[in-house]
């Protein structure tokens, strides 16, 4: 556009009233040193070896915009147009694809461990509850506060990126549906103990993962670990109660269990010994009949010796025969016993 400096001129002078006759005003602007610049910038020619020159620069700086760098523990997926065209290998270092708009590259760590909280956040290291999260029905129409951390990897990288938006979201809202579902199978006195709690986690794992891989989210389930499972807060320390009877039961259980384990074998022990015994009391009692019908008034004596020997054990005993003794008994500490006065008493 060619500019009329001095039209322009006579203009603003009249608009501020510095015209000839006008009495004296403010002066406008003189536009001529400008109008010279612009005349001699209309006279520069640029040669056609600088424009190829900037040209090639910003080329080779377009191409460059491409690289990108894969870390370990990471792979990269490439785009052209929109479609995947390549996947690199885990950490396979500086990669180039098709810059910006042709293409396009993402890289997604596959090794870290991603995790979430359904009951409770931490905020600056500190437990908030979130008791939305954490109430739940159990199968007895009973509230339980049930909190839990869920651990993830990103196992198939396109599935990831291409199949669901907002992939964390997603799983979130899963997890909670998984675990809420899980926890409505038992009654309110099973689900807050230890092995409730255990039986909650593996199934809300294993229904969890079944909606991932329907979902075609390319998300594997690491871990689903119970952080705390209580009655809620107005009723807490009733159901606390409960769950320490129950604790105790399960505990007298056990030292019963523990009780007729032991004694069971060894009463068993005794019977088999006593059994024995008395197999080895009737074979000597066989053998002893034996003898007795061979020499009935021997073996009769000998019985009755020995059984005075069992029924007075570590008393002294002096035995006499009555035809062969003498009438008067003499004793080591020089005492006498006649016979004819114990007859008489």
Same mark, same amino acid.
């Given at each position: 556009m060619n500019w009329d400096w001095d039209k322009l001129q006579q203009r603003r002078q009249r608009q501020f009233g510095s015209g000839p006759g006008s009495g004296g005003g403010p002066k406008g602007p003189d536009f001529t040193k400008l109008n010279e610049a612009l005349g001699q910038l209309k006279n520069i020619r640029i040669p056609g070896g600088i424009v190829f020159i900037l040209i090639f620069l910003a080329l080779i700086g377009w191409l460059l915009s491409g690289l990108y760098i894969v870390e370990p523990g990471q792979v990269g997926v490439e785009q052209r147009f929109g479609k995947k065209v390549h996947v690199t290998q885990m950490g396979a270092g500086l990669q180039w694809h098709w810059p910006v708009p042709i293409g396009r590259s993402t890289t997604v760590d596959t090794q870290k461990?991603?995790?979430?909280?359904?009951?409770?956040?931490?905020?600056?290291?500190?437990?908030?509850?979130?008791?939305?999260?954490?109430?739940?029905?159990?199968?007895?129409?009973?509230?339980?506060?049930?909190?839990?951390?869920?651990?993830? @990897?990103?196992?198939?990288?396109?599935?990831?990126?291409?199949?669901?938006?907002?992939?964390?979201?997603?799983?979130?809202?899963?997890?909670?549906?998984?675990?809420?579902?899980?926890?409505?199978?038992?009654?309110?006195?099973?689900?807050?103990?230890?092995?409730?709690?255990?039986?909650?986690?593996?199934?809300? @794992?294993?229904?969890? @993962?079944?909606?991932?891989?329907?979902?075609?989210?390319?998300l594997r389930l690491v871990n689903v670990r119970t952080e705390r499972g209580d009655a809620p807060q107005e009723v807490r320390e009733a159901f606390h109660d409960v769950v320490r009877a129950m604790e105790d039961k399960v505990r007298l259980i056990h030292r019963a269990e523990e009780y007729r384990e032991d004694i069971i074998p060894r009463a068993r022990g005794e019977r088999a010994q006593r059994i024995l015994e008395a197999q080895g009391e009737v074979k000597r009692f066989g053998q002893l009949l034996v003898e007795y019908r061979k020499a009935k008034g021997v073996t009769r004596q000998r019985l009755y010796l020995e059984t005075i020997g069992e029924v007075l054990p570590g008393v002294e005993k002096v035995i006499l025969d009555k035809d062969s003794a003498e009438t008067v008994l003499l004793f080591p500490d020089g005492g006498t016993l006649s016979f004819d006065k114990i007859k008489q008493q």
């Open positions: 461990i991603r995790s979430f909280e359904i009951g409770f956040t931490r905020v600056e290291g500190r437990k908030r509850v979130n008791r939305d999260e954490a109430l739940m029905l159990t199968k007895d129409q009973n509230i339980a506060h049930i909190e839990v951390i869920v651990h993830y @990897q990103v196992s198939e990288p396109t599935k990831y990126l291409f199949n669901i938006q907002d992939p964390e979201m997603v799983i979130k809202t899963a997890a909670e549906s998984a675990l809420r579902s899980a926890v409505g199978t038992l009654e309110i006195d099973r689900a807050i103990v230890a092995e409730g709690l255990s039986r909650i986690a593996g199934d809300t @794992q294993e229904l969890l @993962q079944k909606l991932l891989n329907d979902y075609q989210s390319g």
